[in-house]
T-cell receptor
Framework: GAVVSQHPSWVICKSGTSVKIECRSLDFQATTMFWYRQFPKQSLMLMATSNEGSKATYEQGVEKDKFLINHASLTLSTLTVTSAHPEDSSFYIC??????????????FGNGTRLTVT | AQTVTQSQPEMSVQEAETVTLSCTYDTSESDYYLFWYKQPPSRQMILVIRQEAYKQQNATENRFSVNFQKAAKSFSLKISDSQLGDAAMYFCAYRSARAAGNKLTFGGGTRVLVKP
């Protein structure tokens, strides 16, 4: 089945530094990828939609300059948390849809990245 | 904007018994897709079952089945013959059928506990 690889699976960084999270579709092409954030014991909240070759679309309330998204190829999207602060600590999950698949085809999820900012 | 509501924060079921999880949603669209995802402690999102809104027949996947009531905007999940491995968070999700509406909107989740 379709696989989405997310790296790293966990990261600890110091306040003020930047962290990059990668999301790769391993065996399919994804023109669109989605970045979600999940706080402990809560649901997944969509942060932004990553579009290959164009600017990402951010959800209301998500700071574009803080959460930089780059979708430079059909198999890779990156999320960079800039100038991270403790409140950015969370679980980040990416997902992607096979561009060749039917529209009903489900999104495939990465395993997530647990970010801890100290 | 679409919203998805799961009114049960937690449900407990005895092994081999049946449990039903509730989900309601709000939308002005007529064509859309609904999903149930399972998130075990590993936090990997696993698709359990999906339903196209234009289909009247309820979807079934082995021990998992849904009761889709379009007029009531209700989409419940029934887990039959519950197993210990079914213990997880379950999320109901909505996706528009519009070409630009690929994104999933999730409900708040229901934690399922399975008692041996």
């Amino acid at each position: 089945g379709a696989v989405v690889s997310q790296h790293p699976s966990w990261v600890i960084c110091k306040s003020g530094t930047s962290v990059k999270i990668e999301c790769r579709s391993l065996d399919f092409q994804a023109t669109t990828m989605f970045w979600y954030r999940q706080f402990p014991k809560q649901s997944l909240m969509l942060m932004a939609t990553s579009n290959e070759g164009s600017k990402a679309t951010y959800e209301q309330g998500v700071e574009k300059d803080k959460f930089l998204i780059n979708h430079a190829s059909l198999t890779l999207s990156t999320l960079t948390v800039t100038s991270a602060h403790p409140e950015d600590s969370s679980f980040y999950i990416c997902s992607a849809r096979d561009a060749q698949g039917a529209f009903i085809s489900p999104l495939h999820f990465g395993n997530g990245t647990r970010l801890t900012v100290t | 904007a679409q919203t998805v509501t799961q009114s049960q924060p937690e449900m407990s079921v005895q092994e081999a018994e049946t449990v039903t999880l509730s989900c309601t949603y709000d939308t002005s669209e007529s064509d859309y897709y609904l999903f149930w995802y399972k998130q075990p402690p590993s936090r990997q999102m696993i698709l359990v079952i999906r339903q196209e809104a234009y289909k009247q027949q309820n979807a079934t996947e082995n021990r998992f089945s849904v009761n889709f009531q379009k007029a009531a905007k209700s989409f419940s999940l029934k887990i039959s013959d519950s197993q210990l491995g079914d213990a997880a968070m379950y999320f109901c999700a909505y996706r528009s059928a519009r070409a630009a509406g690929n994104k999933l909107t999730f409900g708040g989740g229901t934690r399922v506990l399975v008692k041996p």
